[in-house]
C-alpha cells in the first residue's frame, strides 16, 4: 500500500493541502466572527433560534450535567444550557477559533451568563479533556468545518461518559428536489452578495455554502457515528433536511 505523502481534504469546492486547511478555515472565521449572529439570523430568517432550541429539548439536559458545547462560537445553545444545568452543572464553550471564542465569551459576560460556563480554545479532533469527562456534547453548525471529521467523532466518543450523548446539528440534504433547487438557488446567488454587504466578505459565505454541500448525508453521517462507537444512533430532518440533528449515545 503506498502512502499518499501530498494529502488533500476540501474547502468548499475546492482540493487543498491537508495540512492547510485548518488555517484556510480560521481564516474565514476571523473574518466572519464580528456579524456572525446578524448574518445568522438574516440567512436563516430567524429559524436557526427553532433549529438550536429543538436541539436543547432533544438533549436531555437537567441540572447538575455536565455540557461540551463543541465549536460552541458565539454560545446560542451554551446561554441555554447554562440555565438547566444550574449552579452544580458545568458548560464547556469550546471552539478553535479565538475570534469566534472571544465573541461568545464578550455576549455571554453582557448577558449575565457567568459562574457555571469555561472557555477552552480547543480543536474538535484532539479534545483537551480527560476521557469520560461530559454527559452531554453538541456541535452545532461546526462539524462540516473539521479537517477530519471521523477522528473528530473518535475524540468526542472518549470524552463523553459512559450513558452520554452526541447531538450533531448542521446542514443536509433536502429532502425534495425542489427544495432542493430553490436551497441551491438562495445559497450560491443570495447568500455572497448578503455576505457582501452585511459582513463586508462575500467569498467567506460562498465558501460556507460550499461546505454544506461537501458534508455528508443524512445516512453517511449516521454511519460515521456508529463507526466511531455511537449506539442508537438516529437523526431527524428539520426544515425539510436542510438541516439534520444526529444523535448518538455511548454506553
Known sequence: MTIDKNPTTDFGYKQVKTEEKEQM??????????QYDIMNDLMSFGIHRLWKRFTIDASGARPGNKVLDLAGGTGDLTAKFSKIVGREGQVVLADINSSMLNVGRDKLRDLGVVGNVDYVQA????????????????????????TDKDEALRSIYRVLKPGGRLLVLEFSKPEHELLNKVYDFYSFNILPKMGDMVAKDGDSYEYLAESIRMH?????????????????????????????LHKGFKF
Open 25 to 34: 478555515v480560521a481564516g474565514v472565521f476571523h473574518s466572519v466572527a464580528q
Open 123 to 146: 480543536n474538535a479532533q484532539a479534545l483537551p479533556f480527560e476521557d469520560n469527562t461530559f454527559d452531554i456534547v453538541t456541535i452545532a453548525f461546526g462539524l462540516r468545518n473539521v
Open 216 to 244: 455528508p448525508d443524512q445516512e453517511t453521517l449516521k454511519a460515521m457515528m456508529e463507526n466511531a462507537g455511537f449506539d442508537q444512533t438516529s437523526y431527524h430532518n428539520l426544515t425539510g433536511g436542510i438541516v439534520a
